[in-house]
C-alpha cells in the first residue's frame, strides 16, 4: 500500500480546472507587425498571417478557431476567399500554429471557440486580412508592370491590366510578401458577395464520411504508450493511499502516476491500461463531501430561493406593487438539473515532454487555453509549448475553458520524459468527471389584469454559477451576468419586473453545456408565459406578439408561425407549442408538432426554427445545426440527468445516461429569415426555443403541465 504524504493545504478544486486567461502572453517577445513575412515551415510566401500562396495558385487560409462540427474551416474561410477573390477551388483551410500566435503577440487574435462566436466574433478582422492581401497582390502586379493598382482587376487569383497583361497570384505571392500589409483595406459591400451567403462543399464532412479523419483518439505517434486515468469519485476528494501490486504485474503495464487528485496508469496500448487500472485499490480523502447527494443539493437550492433577500439581476417599474394589485396572480416553480456533454470522442491528449520543448496534440476549443494548462503542468515557458490542434470528436463546451485532461496528460508524459503517452479518459470516467450544465431551481409569479393583460412579473433563481469559477469577470454584484440570461435581458414589453439571482456554491463542477443559460431558462420562461396565455384565455401565439412589437423577435415569431401552419387547425390528435427566445447575437423562435398515444409516449412529428442571424455565410451550414439543436434539445428534456449520491456521480455510461436516438429525430423545418445589418451565432441559437416549445405542446396534448426535466422521470417515452 503506497502513501500519498502530502496533504493539500487548500483545495480550490473548481478554480484549479480553469485554464489561464488571455494574460498569459504577457513577457512573450512581439514580433514585428505591419509587414507580412515569409511562412515559416513551408517557405511558400505568407502574404498577411491569414494567408499562405502556394506556386500552383493554391491558397492556404489559417484557421484560428476549432473545427467542432459546426462547419467553421468552411464559413471562416469564405469569409477570407471572398475578399481575396482567389478561386475556391483552390483554397485549403489549416489550423493557425498557436505557438506562433503565442510568440507573434497573439496575431490570430482569438483562439477560442465557443458561445456561438466562431464566425461572428471572427467576421471583421478575417475579411479585412484577405482584403489587405488582394490589395498587396494587386500592388505586386502592378509593380512589376509598372502600372497604377488602379488599373488592375483581380478575379479568381489572376489579376488582370487594360492592356492584357495578367499574373497569377501564385506568380505574385512572393513579391505581395514583402510589401506593407494595409491598415484599412477596403470591404466589400455585402451586395457584391460572391461567396459568402452560398453552401461549398463543406472541407470537413469528406474524411468524416470516408473514416480517414484523424481525431485526438486516433493520434499514434513512434513508442507511444497509453494512459487510462481514475480521478477522486467524489469532487474535491484526494488520494490518500493505494495498492498497485496487483496492477504492476499485468502485462504491458510500465508506469503508475499519480497526483493529489488521480491515479494512472501507462501501458504498451490503452485496454491494458485501463485493465490495470481497475486493478489498483484507491482509498480517497472526501470529507464532508461525501455526504452530498442530489436531495441534499435541491435542499440547499430551495434555501437560495426562499431567502428574504437576493441580489437584483434586473429591475423595471414596480412587480411587486403590479402583483398586488393584479386581477390574477401566478405562481411556478420549475427546475433542472446536471446534463453532461457526452462528447463522442471521451477526453484525450497526447503528450511529449522533454526539458526545453512540450508537445500536446489535442482536439480543444481553445487552443491558447490548452497552451496555457501545458505550460502550467509542465512548468515550462509557453514559447516552448506546441499545441498540434486535431478535429474533436465533440465539444459543446467541454472542450473550452476546463482543460483538466490535457493538464493530466502533461502531468503523466513529464513523468516519463521524451515518451510520447496518450491519454484517453474511458466512458465511465468521462461521466462521472464532466463540467455539468448546473442545477437550478427557479420561481415565477406573473399577474394578469381584468383584459387578460399581462402586467408584471418576478424571477427569483437560486442557481450555481459558472462564470465565478472560470470568467469571474462576468459575475456583478453577486449576479453571474451569464446565467440570468434570457431573464435579465428578456425582450419582452412588461412594465414591471424583477429578476433576482441567488448563487449556489456547490461541490459539482459547473461548465458550459452547449447554449448554457439558453437551454434551461428558455423552458422556465416561455412554458410560464405559455400559463399566462392559458390563464388570459388566449393564444399563445397571439398573446406573445403585441410584447415584443418592433422587435426582431416578433419577426421570426411570425415566421415559425407561419411555417409551422399556425393559423390553420393541426391534425386530429396533434397538437401545437411555439417559443421565442434571442441569443447569442440571434433571434430564433420555434413550433412543435406532436401527438401522444397511451398516455405517455410520444410522437414528435415537426419541428420548425426560424432564426434571424443578420448575415448568414453558409447556409447549409446554418440549416444543419438547425437540425442538429433540434436533437440536441429532445435529447436533453427527455433523458438526460446526472445525479449525485454520496458526493458522486451516479451514472456512468450511455445505459444509464440515455441519450435521443435516430429513430427519435422529427422532420425539422428550417426556416433562414436573415435581415442583414449584423452578425448573430448559429451553432446554439436553434435550441433554445425547442425545449419550451414542445413542453408547451406536450401540455396541450394531456392538459399537465410538467415543470422539472427530463421527462422520462415523469414516465414519458418517444415513439420509437
Not at 91 to 97: H, S
Not at 454 to 466: C, P
Not at 618 to 628: C, L, M
Not at 629 to 648: H, K, N, P, Y
Amino acid at each position: 500500500m503506497t502513501a500519498i504524504s502530502k496533504h493539500p493545504a487548500r483545495r480550490t478544486f473548481l478554480k484549479q480546472s480553469a485554464a489561464l486567461s488571455g494574460a498569459f502572453v504577457l513577457g512573450l517577445q512581439a514580433a514585428t507587425s505591419g509587414t507580412a513575412i515569409a511562412a515559416e515551415a513551408s517557405g511558400a510566401p505568407e502574404v498577411t498571417h491569414w494567408i499562405v500562396i502556394q506556386p500552383d495558385d493554391t491558397v492556404i487560409i489559417r484557421i484560428a478557431r476549432s473545427e467542432l462540427g459546426q462547419g467553421s474551416f468552411t464559413g471562416l474561410a469564405q469569409l477570407v476567399a471572398e475578399e481575396l477573390e482567389c478561386d475556391w477551388d483552390k483554397v485549403k483551410p489549416e489550423y493557425a500554429d498557436v505557438n506562433m500566435h503565442m510568440r507573434r503577440n497573439r496575431i490570430f487574435k482569438d483562439m477560442s471557440t465557443g458561445g456561438s462566436r466562431g464566425i461572428r466574433d471572427s467576421h471583421e478582422y478575417m475579411r479585412q486580412g484577405g482584403a489587405a492581401a488582394r490589395e498587396m497582390l494587386i500592388a505586386a502586379a502592378a509593380q512589376q508592370w509598372n502600372v497604377p493598382a488602379s488599373e488592375c482587376s483581380v478575379s479568381k487569383g489572376v489579376v488582370t491590366h487594360p492592356s492584357g497583361k495578367t499574373a497569377r497570384y501564385g506568380e505574385l505571392a512572393g513579391i505581395a510578401a514583402t510589401l506593407p500589409v494595409p491598415a484599412a483595406p477596403r470591404l466589400k459591400d455585402p451586395k457584391n458577395w460572391k461567396l459568402i451567403g452560398t453552401s461549398p462543399a463543406r472541407f470537413d464532412i469528406p474524411a468524416k464520411v470516408n473514416g480517414s479523419q484523424i481525431y485526438a483518439a486516433d493520434v499514434r505517434l513512434p513508442g507511444m504508450l497509453h494512459a487510462s486515468i481514475l480521478q477522486s469519485p467524489v469532487f474535491g476528494g484526494f488520494l490518500k493511499r493505494y495498492d498497485d501490486a496487483a496492477a504492476k504485474k499485468m502485462p504491458g503495464v510500465k508506469h503508475i502516476v499519480t497526483s493529489e487528485e488521480w491515479i494512472a496508469v501507462v501501458a504498451d496500448n490503452w485496454w491494458q491500461a485501463n485493465q490495470a487500472l481497475k486493478a489498483i485499490k484507491p482509498e480517497w480523502e472526501n470529507g464532508e463531501k461525501g455526504k452530498i447527494s442530489s436531495a441534499s443539493i435541491m435542499a440547499y437550492m430551495r434555501e437560495g430561493l426562499e431567502a428574504k433577500e437576493a441580489p437584483i439581476a434586473r429591475k423595471d417599474g414596480d412587480a411587486r406593487s403590479a402583483l398586488a394589485g393584479a386581477h390574477k396572480v401566478l405562481e411556478a416553480e420549475y427546475t433542472t438539473g446536471f446534463v453532461n456533454h457526452c462528447t463522442m470522442e471521451p477526453q484525450t491528449a497526447t503528450a511529449i515532454y522533454t526539458a526545453d520543448r512540450l508537445d500536446v496534440w489535442v482536439g480543444t476549443q481553445n487552443g491558447e487555453a490548452s497552451a496555457a494548462a501545458a505550460s502550467e503542468s509542465g512548468g515550462l515557458a509557453l514559447d516552448k509549448v506546441y499545441i498540434h490542434k486535431i478535429h474533436a470528436g465533440g465539444g459543446f463546451g467541454r472542450r473550452g475553458p476546463h482543460q483538466d485532461y490535457v493538464k493530466q496528460a502533461v502531468k503523466i508524459a513529464k513523468a516519463i520524459p521524451g515518451i510520447p503517452v496518450r491519454l484517453q479518459w474511458s466512458r465511465e470516467e468521462d461521466m462521472r468527471q464532466g463540467r455539468y450544465r448546473p442545477v437550478t431551481l427557479v420561481k415565477l409569479r406573473g399577474g394578469l389584469d381584468e383584459k387578460g393583460n399581462w402586467v408584471g412579473w418576478e424571477v427569483r433563481q437560486s442557481d450555481q454559477s459558472i462564470a465565478v469559477t472560470v470568467y469571474p469577470q462576468f459575475v456583478k454584484d453577486g449576479v453571474d451576468q451569464i446565467n440570468t440570461r434570457v431573464f435579465r435581458d428578456n425582450p419582452y414589453a412588461v412594465p414591471n419586473f424583477t429578476n433576482e439571482y441567488m448563487m449556489r456554491d456547490l461541490h459539482v463542477p459547473p461548465g458550459f453545456w452547449r447554449a448554457v443559460a439558453h437551454t434551461n431558462n428558455p423552458f422556465y420562461r416561455e412554458c410560464f408565459i405559455d400559463e399566462l396565455a392559458h390563464a388570459a384565455g388566449k393564444d399563445p401565439y397571439q398573446f406573445r406578439r403585441p410584447l415584443l412589437e418592433g422587435k426582431k423577435d416578433q419577426a421570426v415569431l411570425d415566421a415559425v408561425a407561419k411555417a409551422i401552419g399556425w393559423d390553420k387547425p393541426a391534425a386530429k390528435g396533434v397538437h401545437r407549442g411555439i417559443a421565442v427566445v434571442d441569443s447569442y447575437g440571434s433571434f430564433t423562435a420555434a413550433a412543435v408538432e406532436l401527438s401522444v398515444s397511451k398516455g405517455s409516449v410520444i410522437d414528435v412529428k415537426r419541428v420548425a426554427v426560424a432564426i434571424d442571424s443578420g448575415h448568414v455565410v453558409h447556409p447549409d451550414a446554418v440549416k444543419a445545426q438547425i437540425e442538429g439543436g433540434v436533437v440536441w434539445g429532445l435529447s436533453a428534456l427527455m433523458f438526460e440527468d446526472i445525479t449525485i449520491e454520496q458526493g458522486r456521480v451516479v451514472q456512468g455510461n450511455f445505459g444509464d445516461y440515455p441519450l435521443a436516438r435516430i429513430g427519435h429525430s422529427p422532420q425539422v423545418i428550417p426556416v433562414l429569415v436573415p435581415t442583414g445589418g449584423f452578425w448573430g451565432g448559429v451553432g446554439e441559437p436553434p435550441i433554445g426555443g425547442v425545449i419550451p416549445a414542445m413542453m408547451n405542446a406536450l401540455f396541450k396534448a394531456t392538459g399537465k403541465r410538467i415543470r422539472s426535466l427530463p421527462l422520462r422521470h415523469h414516465g414519458f417515452t418517444y415513439k420509437a
